[in-house]
């Protein structure tokens, strides 16, 4: 079972054919949110959860899946180009920049936001090929979003 689920983040030769499913893709990248700071705070994770769900109308069984499949081949992954390439290949500008805002959100929800974070999320909007005013925008919108939940 563990290699079934490895094979959705680790490709192989044969496997280039099979797209990554942008829920996961995304999955990804906001884990390597959460844990950009070595601190896994539960607000992070909800945050992670409901995000997804509401992006992709995912179930919550769905979603629950969606984590333990991204905790458990985290250590494992290759870095963040196959869940940007993914993505990509998948979604329009504007989808990619929900995805871009819900890092963000993700990055608020413990109510500090680390470098690391900032950079995981700027070097994902740079794979994403979203400009910079697109980076800052999301940033902005996810704070205040976040401020008004205060």
């Not at 069984?61 to 940007?84: C, L, M, Y």
Request: aromatic share 10%; proline share 4%; glycine share 0%.
């Amino acid at each position: 079972m563990f290699n079934r689920f490895k094979a959705l983040f680790v490709s192989e030769p044969s496997d280039q054919t099979q797209p990554l499913d942008p829920s996961l893709a995304a999955a990804a990248l906001m884990f390597e949110v959460v844990w950009a700071d070595h601190d896994i705070s539960t607000e992070e994770l909800q945050a992670m959860s409901t995000l997804l769900q509401n992006l992709f109308q995912l179930s919550p069984e769905r979603v629950t899946e969606i984590h333990e499949i991204t905790r458990e081949n985290h250590d494992t992954s290759v870095g963040v180009f196959p869940f940007t390439q993914a993505l990509n290949e998948q979604l329009n500008q504007d989808d990619k920049y929900r995805v871009l805002k819900a890092m963000w959100s993700i990055a608020f929800a413990d109510a500090s936001i680390d470098a690391f974070e900032e950079h995981t999320i700027r070097r994902t909007a740079d794979l994403l090929y979203l400009p910079h005013q697109k980076f800052i925008e999301a940033k902005l919108a996810a704070r205040q979003e976040h401020e008004a939940s205060d």
